[in-house]
């Protein structure tokens, strides 16, 4: 059992560093939670990846308005926990664009939003992905 967890886990490590897109999962307070993209860390380089909040790092500062970062905040704060339908029916209005400066260059980037859910269908994580 724990020699294929370990298989498991190598090969989703091997899948993160090979991926083209940025991904990672985002628990209730913002902060990545567990592995992100070596692609992700590439778009936004951080030495505090323990620490990276998701919305102050990418969101603050873009092009997106002070009511759609409070929207990000606010649905990742209330969904972790909740049933999934409650995520579904809010996740329409999160943004799926916006552009940033970053070191001196433009970026625009487009995401998805999905989620992990548990057996009950509750909400575990939020994931922010196609980030590119």
């Known amino acids: ?14 899948m ?4 083209s897109q940025g991904l990672c999962m985002v628990d209730e307070n913002g902060y990545i939670r567990g592995e992100a993209s070596a692609y992700f860390w590439e778009l936004f ?22 009511d759609e ?11 972790v926990g909740e049933a999934s339908f409650n995520f579904e029916m809010n996740s329409e209005n999160l943004p799926t664009h916006f552009s940033k400066e970053i070191e001196g260059n433009l970026h625009y ?24």
């Open 16 to 19: 993160l560093s090979q991926m």
């Open 1 to 14: 059992m724990l020699e294929e967890l370990g298989d498991q886990t190598r090969q989703i490590e091997a």
């Open 45 to 66: 380089p951080s030495k505090e990846r323990q620490a990276f909040h998701v919305i102050d790092q990418i969101f603050e500062n873009s092009s997106l308005t002070r």
């Open 109 to 132: 980037f487009e995401c998805d939003w999905s989620i992990i859910t548990d057996k009950d269908q509750n909400i575990v994580q939020s994931i922010l992905s196609h980030i590119s």
């Open 69 to 79: 970062i409070d929207l990000i905040r606010s649905l990742l704060s209330i969904s």
